[in-house]
């Protein structure tokens, strides 16, 4: 598909190097609220904030933008190279939270 085309269309790209994970359930919230760096719970749904998660002793694991999607649902973009340690850790690390982790491959559509 051309340059032009997508610009006078409609065109989707695979984005290669992000995946996108979704978090899910009752407890997304107050769960990426105590394993991220940045304030969750105070997104607007449609709102956006760059976001990270460190160890124990500070220091990085993941980069990667958090989106609001719905009231409990959380889009999390991250590089592939990073997305196998934030799934491994936000699988592990939640316990009695309801919360459902999924990844997924990242379409993108320009906007013309």
């Known amino acids: 598909m051309s340059y032009n085309q997508i610009r006078q269309n409609v ?3 695979l984005l290669e190097d992000r995946c996108l994970m979704v978090v899910s359930g009752h407890d ?3 769960y990426l609220q105590s394993q991220t760096t940045n ?27 958090l989106l609001r999607l719905a009231e409990n649902e959380y889009g999390l973009i991250v590089e592939k190279n990073q997305a196998e340690v934030l799934y ?25």
């Open 88 to 112: 491994t850790h936000l699988e592990n690390f939640h316990f009695v939270e309801e919360v459902e982790v999924s990844a997924k491959s990242l379409i993108v559509q320009p906007s013309p």
């Open 28 to 30: 997304a919230g107050t």
């Open 11 to 13: 065109g989707y790209r």
């Open 39 to 65: 304030d969750a719970l105070n997104l607007a749904i449609g709102e956006g904030q760059a976001n990270a998660l460190l160890d124990r002793k500070a220091h990085l694991k993941a980069f990667f933008l």
